[in-house]
């Protein structure tokens, strides 16, 4: 990779001389965002001899590779990340230093790449980076949102959306590759032609056609010369048909297409919007992937050894009939064979259990928009009926086909087309099992299985948290940097001082990096030497922020009322964004920012007590909080949460979990053992007996704990200034509405052990310990091994063995 021969002298000599070329400027006069526009060329081309190797070599080996389709991707900054991988980082970094640069100052020119909501899409992109890191065949697909996650503002305390304008200033990653296009087809009719030999030929009449343009984007492995694509479609206005889209109005609905991602959809217009986006990008990719093979000179019917399809959560989920339509109506397939790679090429996971992200469309919509589609999920279902009649009863048929009640559920569609269903924590895979997919499970029970989520801990600790990352170094070595489990090695300086005390200065160091921050952007100013609570992640009534607000009154209240003097200072810090339609979600934002108001402006509070809940949460922001962290509230209703993967992201920096048996925190607790974690509240299995027994009464709790009474009061009784509709939603939704998630429930004991977690952390000598093992056992949660399984169990997709990470000088 011309890269790790790459010196400083070297740099400065390319750099500069492009900056010229550029901008005929000198570094003294060019402005950052020249700077960062001119290392960002020369980092591209200084990959580009890679990307198309790696790409050449995938079709040279005839391998196998993955797709992986989501509608989200949320890399975040790519800069960095891209020089870590590309072992430049260090290099560039004095390089500019003795051009008088800040790379940090640099790299934050970079708009984030925001095109996902959360979890969901952080992991995509996670996947991304690992794929490539371990030399695996693998691209992403998706759609490129000219508006990424709006931008989230406090007016007055409430929530206020903005545009997102990311690509304002062009995306220096990006190549546009006019050549790939392809047509796709919504709308009309279809007309099933009878030829003389009998055949029968679909013509899709009168259609709207969309001139879907790709994007591609190299994804850089870790020091490995692989450099995988990211492929977002855009929307165009096809040039043949121009003369058919004369009005404004037309046009504007084919530029939308691609304009905002995860328009709101709790109105009709946005689902159409919404739909219209999944079968794009669903058509685009797989046609392109089709165009692709039949380049290699390979039978049609081989298709399953060089193609898997991954399909990220339902969005994606009409990928099993477009790729029927192509074989069927295009390559001439039958049924039987179609059908038969179809469902050994599709893989699915389920990244939630909540009920409203299962999507359902009605057939209406989906039959007007994509009547072809629509006839062959027809015929899917009908075959799936026919199959299992006789087999199994016929409830069991009725609630798991794919159409009934007028609606297509494309998680059925994406289970029955695929070979392979998985969740992305233990308990999660169980509940889809034994619960949320038992249906399915009876009648696929081989498809099932677990693959607990993972994070790309190079971003999240290499290039988040240098200072703990230099401690590692220097106390276990380097490779931790390539093999994360080696971060295991941490574990024979359990007891060591020496090694505690300076976890504890780079922790400090990341604490007062964050508090600056925290003064430049909001004006106030936090103690250093609080305690850092954490709770970052979407806003969302399972996710319990609320919980964590009970609880900070209660400390309001026991130093306002009871005078409690012997309190260990805590700064609460949130991040979260609600979805603009979700109305108690920014009820909740709107009380957290007036009870960090009200303390702040309590001097007798405010020098224990502080909220800082920071504005447009996001990956940059996330990697500024969490190397600061020192506890990490995972507080969700145990079964709700999927996995989480914040709680593996704040574990690796040495924060300290407090967390009820939900989704991932299950496998940390199993991974640094019980005393080094604080767990309470209801079980799952306690959640689900009360559902079942429907025996919860959330009145009961609110009598008979003072404490909680007070703390509830205090929506609407005027203790809060400024909350008197968003104070008595809350009130209401505990009371009147018995308390959905438990939060009352679970008081109590979540009072308890964040008395357990001040205690441990006035211990400073076990609160390090506890500290260095979380870090120490952090490694099992690389996305590097999750997406080996998934290589491994599920797309039987191989590295070859060079394009692995590499180990090396620097390294060993
Ligand atoms: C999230 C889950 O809530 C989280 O537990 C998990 O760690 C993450 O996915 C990755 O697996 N789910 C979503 O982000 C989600 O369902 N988003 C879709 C509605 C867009």
Redesign the pocket.
């Known amino acids: 990779m011309g890269v790790t021969t790459m010196n400083k002298t070297a740099f400065k000599k390319k750099f500069l001389d492009l900056l010229t070329e550029k901008f005929a400027i000198s570094v003294e006069d060019a402005s950052l965002f020249e700077i960062y526009t001119t290392l960002g060329t020369l980092i591209r081309s200084s990959y580009a001899k890679d990307w198309r190797h790696t790409w050449s070599n995938y079709d040279h080996e005839q391998q196998k590779q993955v797709y992986y389709f989501s509608i989200?991707f949320l890399p975040g900054r790519m800069m960095k990340s891209n020089l870590l991988n590309m072992g430049w980082l260090d290099t560039v970094q004095a390089a500019l230093a003795d051009l008088g640069i800040q790379l940090d100052d640099v790299v934050a020119q970079e708009p984030d790449m925001a095109l996902g909501?959360?979890?969901?899409g952080r992991?995509a992109s996670c996947f991304m980076d690992s794929i490539a890191s371990e030399g695996l065949p693998g691209n992403g697909n998706g759609i490129r949102y000219k508006y990424g996650l709006f931008k989230q503002k406090f007016i007055d305390g409430y929530q206020v959306e903005l545009p997102n304008e990311w690509l304002a200033r062009g995306n220096l990653w990006e190549v546009r590759r006019e050549s790939k296009s392809v047509d796709v087809y919504f709308n009309g009719y279809v007309r099933l032609n009878k030829l003389d030999d009998g055949t029968i030929v679909p013509v899709h009449e009168d259609p709207t056609i969309v001139r879907a343009v790709p994007y591609d984007t190299g994804m850089v492995g870790f020091r490995n010369g692989t450099v995988n694509t990211l492929r977002l479609w855009d929307a165009e206005i096809p040039l043949s048909e121009e003369s058919l889209y004369r009005s404004i109005e037309q046009r504007r609905a084919i530029q939308d297409l691609t304009s905002v991602l995860?328009p709101d959809d709790s109105n009709e217009e946005g689902r159409r919007l919404r739909l219209m986006q999944e079968y794009f990008f669903v058509s685009a990719g797989v046609q392109s992937i089709l165009r692709h093979f039949k380049t290699k000179q390979q039978k049609m019917q081989n298709l399953d050894e060089f193609v898997a399809i991954h399909i990220n959560?339902t969005h994606p989920a009409m990928c099993v009939a477009e790729f029927m339509r192509l074989l069927l109506d295009e390559e001439k397939m039958s049924w039987e064979r179609a059908w038969n790679l179809t469902v050994k090429v599709m893989s699915y996971t389920n990244?939630?259990i909540m009920s409203e992200?299962l999507e359902k469309w009605s057939v209406e919509m989906l039959q007007s928009m994509q009547p072809r589609i629509y006839q062959i999920i027809e015929e899917i279902d009908r075959r799936f009926v026919e199959e299992m009649t006789g087999v199994v009863d016929w409830e069991l048929i009725q609630r798991t086909r794919i159409i009934s009640d007028g609606l297509v559920h494309m998680a059925h569609l994406a289970i029955i087309g695929s070979h392979s269903t998985n969740g992305?924590a233990k308990l999660h895979s169980d509940l889809l099992k034994t619960v949320v997919l038992h249906d399915f499970y009876r009648l696929y029970p081989d498809r099932f299985n677990n693959k607990t989520?993972g994070i790309a801990e190079r971003r999240w600790l290499q290039l988040a948290n240098p200072s703990l990352s230099t401690v590692l170094d220097k106390t276990i070595g380097q490779t931790w940097r390539y093999e994360a489990n080696d971060l295991h090695l941490l574990m024979n300086y359990s007891e060591d001082k020496a090694v505690h005390k300076q976890l504890q200065q780079a922790k400090q160091a990341n604490k007062e990096r964050l508090a600056a921050f925290i003064l430049q952007e909001t004006g106030v100013r936090i103690n250093e030497h609080a305690i850092f609570d954490v709770q970052i992640k979407r806003l969302h009534a399972y996710k319990r922020q609320l919980l964590n607000l009970l609880h900070i009154l209660t400390l309001y209240f026991e130093i306002k009322e009871e005078g409690f003097t012997d309190i260990q200072p805590r700064v609460f810090i949130f991040g979260a964004k609600a979805a603009p339609s979700y109305h108690y979600a920014k009820s909740i934002i709107k009380v957290i920012n007036e009870v960090g108001k009200m303390i702040q402006e309590d001097p007798e509070v405010s020098d224990k007590l502080s909220i800082v809940f920071l504005e447009d949460y996001s990956v940059s922001l996330a990697e500024v909080i969490i190397p600061a962290a020192d506890v990490s509230e995972q507080i969700s209703l145990a079964s709700k949460?999927?996995?989480?993967?914040s709680n593996m992201k704040l574990m690796l920096n040495g924060a300290i979990t407090i967390a009820t048996l939900d989704?991932a925190n299950i496998e940390i607790r199993d991974a640094v053992g019980d005393e080094n974690i604080v767990i309470f509240g209801l079980t799952e299995s306690q959640v689900y007996d009360y559902y079942e027994q429907a025996n919860y009464h959330a009145y009961s709790y609110y009598e008979a704990l003072p404490k909680l009474k007070r703390v509830v009061d205090s929506f609407v009784d005027g203790t809060i200034a400024n909350i008197y509709q968003e104070g008595k939603e809350i009130f209401d939704s505990l009371l009147t509405y018995n308390d959905e998630f438990f939060v009352l429930r679970d008081y109590e004991a979540y009072v308890n052990a964040q008395k357990e977690i001040e205690k441990a952390y006035q211990n400073q000598e076990r609160w390090l310990k506890m500290s260095l093992i979380n870090v120490a056992n952090a490694g099992r949660f690389s996305a590097d091994y999750t997406v080996m399984k998934y290589a491994e169990d599920i797309w039987q997709i191989e590295a070859k063995p060079k394009s692995r990470k590499a180990k090396d000088e620097k390294y060993v």
């Not at 909501?117 to 969901?120: A, E, I, Q, S, T």
């Not at 949460?641 to 993967?645: F, I, K, L, Q, W």
């Open positions: 989200e909501n959360g979890g969901l992991l995860y959560d990244h939630t992200a992305v989520n949460e999927a996995s989480g993967t989704g």
